[in-house]
């Protein structure tokens, strides 16, 4: 006899994304590594959405450096589309990937 209790098992849910709180950390998927080679830690980019609502991260001349892929994407694109803006500060770059903070703007 196990001692398994017979509960099913159920994940626990992600908190959902808060439009005016919530921040998260992600690899950039997608890299432009002409357009990363330009930035360096510490630099605030754009975040936008862009073409078949991907979520695109932009330097200050507005070339696309990569899009964000993590289970809070529909919710920021969400928060975007009701008003709220959001910025992505580079935090880490290790060619060819970069790690930034997607927080409100």
Known sequence: M????????VPPQRAKFDCETSQIITILSSIDLVVLKKLSVE????????KNEALIVLNA???IIGS?????TADIIECIKIGNH???E???INYPA????????
């Open 68 to 72: 964000i892929v993590h289970p809070s």
């Open 43 to 50: 630099n605030i980019l754009e975040i936008e959405i862009g």
């Open 98 to 105: 970069c790690k930034v903070k997607i927080k409100r703007s």
């Open 2 to 9: 196990s001692g398994s209790g017979g509960g099913e098992y």
């Open 61 to 63: 001349d507005g070339e």
């Open 86 to 88: 959001y910025e992505a």
């Open 90 to 92: 580079i935090i880490e």
